[in-house]
């Protein structure tokens, strides 16, 4: 899924079939209907919120003082929690957007891996793998767009998505392996 990742991150649309053919294999793997639609109810949900303040500042920006906080995880809760987490955001911004996109990564995951429950506990850690990475394959992608770039994957967001797609395929490869 690493290319597709990339894909999905260049093209918007991309999301529904890439949550299509998640939800193909949920129910190659599973052999149930019901899991596999909502895999993939789950997955095109999931990704469908903003995260584009806290990447953008974690594969570009890199700025560590604000101001002020735009309108992402507003409506989910994501900046209510993480400005809990991080009381002093304004004075530590990286860190609040490592926080922010940690959580959106367990949304994100929670949402297209839940029904998975219905056949085994492992998704549980995969969720948390999946949403501990988000951030993590974000910082890789600021350093590694230092050091090559190509002609579609040129910028520390790019190359994070990449590397948050080879995560993926390395963790939902293994979870379905396991079920």
């Known amino acids: 899924m690493f290319a597709l990742n990339r894909l999905r991150g260049m093209y918007g649309w991309a999301s529904k079939p890439i949550g299509f053919l998640f939800g193909l294999i949920v129910f190659f793997v599973t052999n149930n209907y019901y ?8 997955y095109i949900l999931g990704e469908s919120m903003g995260w584009g303040e806290w ?14 906080l735009e309108d992402e995880g507003e409506n989910n809760g994501i900046k209510y929690i993480s400005t809990k987490l991080v009381p002093n955001w304004n004075m530590a911004f990286i ?3 490592r926080i922010a996109l940690g959580i959106r990564g367990l949304y994100w995951w929670s ?13 549980l850690v995969a969720i948390i793998l999946l949403g501990v990475s988000f951030p993590l394959a974000c910082e890789i992608g ?38």
């Not at 770039?149 to 293994?174: A, P």
């Open 55 to 68: 990447v953008g500042n974690l594969t570009t920006h890199r700025k560590n003082k604000t101001d002020t």
């Open 95 to 97: 860190k609040y957007c």
């Open 142 to 179: 600021y350093y590694t767009s230092k050091l090559w770039n190509f002609k579609h994957m040129n910028g520390g967001w790019e190359h994070s998505e990449v590397w948050y797609g080879l995560v993926q395929d390395v963790v939902l490869l293994s979870l379905f392996i396991l079920i």
């Open 35 to 42: 899991v596999a639609i909502l895999c993939t109810i789950g």
């Open 111 to 123: 949402l297209a891996l839940l029904p998975l429950f219905y056949v085994s506990t492992l998704p």
